[in-house]
Each structure stands twice: as C-alpha cells, then as structure tokens.
C-alpha cells in the first residue's frame, strides 16, 4: 500500500484546508484510515480517523468541530477538511492506513495499529 498526501499550505488563522490522500491499492473499502501530526520537538499525535466503510469516525477533542475526516472508496482517496485553523494546527500531517479489523476509538488514534503510513504533508497556520 502506498499513500500520497497532498493539500497543504500556509494559511492564516481562521482559515481553511482540504488534505488527500490517495492509495495505491486493490481494494482500498480493506482499509481503516487515519490522520496524524508532528509538529517539530513533539510527539505524533491523533487527529483523526475513519472506518473502512466511513460509517465511523473519531476525533480528538483538540480539533473536534473543525476538522471532518471523509472518505471515497472509488476514488481510493481519504480526505480531511479543516476549518477554523489555529497556529497550534501547523505541523506535518500524515495519512495512514491499517487492515480494518476491531476498530473502537482508543486503537484507532495509536499509531502504532496503522501498517502503512504517507510521506506528509506540511501545513502552516499564521496568526
């Protein structure tokens, strides 16, 4: 599985982003996915996730209301839109894809349960 995400940028606070990330695979409705950021001298952190079907999603609390994690499975493509960026929003954003399984909130924001993980993407919210 491959994962190329794109659709970051500079934007000012208030503002708004679309992330993709397309995969290359087969069968992409296999797959949970995932959102991640690491902002520099800090530690990956959750930002969102969905179910293969897009059924369920998670968020945590810190981007809850503001950013929407969606999915197109004949596209082979995850989306995250993002609004009401804040500064604390800059880092670098990552996709990820596991084999979908069990998928109940607490597993789906560990990184360590996701197989294949995207190059990045930067994104950078001035105040």
């Known amino acids: 599985v491959q994962l190329q995400a794109s659709g970051g940028g500079l934007v000012q606070a208030g503002g708004s982003l679309r992330l993709s990330c397309a995969a290359s695979?087969?069968?992409?409705?296999?797959?949970?996915m995932g959102w991640f950021r690491q902002a520099p001298g800090k530690e990956r952190e959750f930002v969102a996730a969905?179910?293969?079907?897009?059924?369920?999603?998670y968020y945590p609390d810190s981007v809850k209301g503001r950013f929407t994690i969606s999915r197109d499975n004949a596209k082979n493509t995850v989306y995250m839109q993002m609004n009401a960026l804040k500064p604390e929003d800059t880092a670098i954003y990552y996709c990820?894809?596991?084999?979908?399984?069990?998928?109940?909130?607490?597993?789906?924001?560990?990184?360590?349960?996701?197989?294949?993980w995207g190059q990045g993407t930067q994104v950078t919210v001035s105040s």
């Open positions: 990820a894809a596991r084999s979908t399984r069990w998928f109940p909130k607490n597993l789906a924001g560990l990184p360590s349960e996701y197989d294949y």
């Open positions: 695979v087969r069968t992409f409705s296999r797959y949970d």
């Open positions: 969905i179910n293969w079907s897009g059924s369920i999603t």
